[in-house]
């Protein structure tokens, strides 16, 4: 079975300071997809990334950038000099090939005060 | 309309009635599914169809939950005899291909069983 565990609930900040939100997974898959999403309070879920397992290389998109670490399970984000904006829910999600559902982590909540 | 319309956002009703959620998926998108989300939880997987049909529904919960998508566009949610655990935001996704492709999320639809 799948798994997904974001072991940190909630996280404060204050804007500009550098985050990480970790994720580890666990699967019998040797093809999988992770992904990550944020959760604004308007409570649309709105994609960010999707790896395959077979991909580790990281990857930055401007202030976002993910680690992809297959030796430890691990699939983390991080936000760097982090905005108000990025106040939201952010979750970690896994997908195993052929199988197309989403199995998601319990997410942390981002709070990024001025 | 370009996102995925959920209706309505928010559903009270009293414990034992019956209640009907609707999707609305992105224009052309084949896949659709219904995930569950309760407070301070991640989306936990329902069902998904591919077209007309229901191709996995082992994430409902019990028979008093039921789901159709009979012309393989809007998908309606339908839950027999309410309860007070029934209470959570209800969420519809989409997507082009079964197994490729973003998921792109509605709003959700807001149920509260009192």
């Known amino acids: 079975a799948q798994k997904v565990t974001q072991a940190q609930t909630e996280i404060s900040v204050v804007e500009k300071e550098d985050v990480t939100l970790d994720c580890v997974y666990e699967?019998?898959?040797?093809?999988?997809?992770l992904f990550w999403y944020k959760q604004p309070p308007s409570g649309e879920l709105v994609f960010l990334i999707r790896r395959n397992s077979f991909d580790e290389q990281n990857e930055i998109s401007g202030r976002y950038s993910w680690n992809f670490q297959k030796s430890t399970s691990s699939f983390n984000f991080t936000i760097t000099a982090s905005q108000v904006v990025d106040s939201a829910v952010y979750f970690c999600?896994?997908?195993?090939?052929?199988?197309?559902?989403?199995?998601f982590g319990k997410g942390t909540m981002l709070l990024v005060s001025p | 309309g370009a996102g995925v319309s959920q209706t309505p956002s928010n559903k009270v009703t009293e414990k034992g009635k019956y209640v009907e959620l609707r999707c609305d998926p992105i224009s052309g998108h084949t896949a659709l599914y219904w995930y569950r989300q309760s407070l301070g939880q991640g989306p936990e997987f329902l069902i998904y169809?591919?077209?007309?049909?229901?191709?996995?529904d082992s994430g409902l919960p019990n028979d008093r939950f039921f789901a159709v998508r009979p012309e393989g566009s809007v998908s309606t949610l339908k839950i027999q005899r309410t309860e007070r655990g029934d209470s959570a935001v209800y969420l519809c996704a989409s997507k082009t291909d079964q197994n490729t492709g973003e998921l792109f999320f509605g709003e959700g639809s807001r149920l509260t069983v009192l």
């Open positions: 999600a896994l997908s195993e090939a052929g199988y197309s559902t989403l199995t």
């Open positions: 699967t019998r898959d040797t093809t999988y997809y």
């Open positions: 169809f591919q077209g007309t049909g229901a191709a996995d």
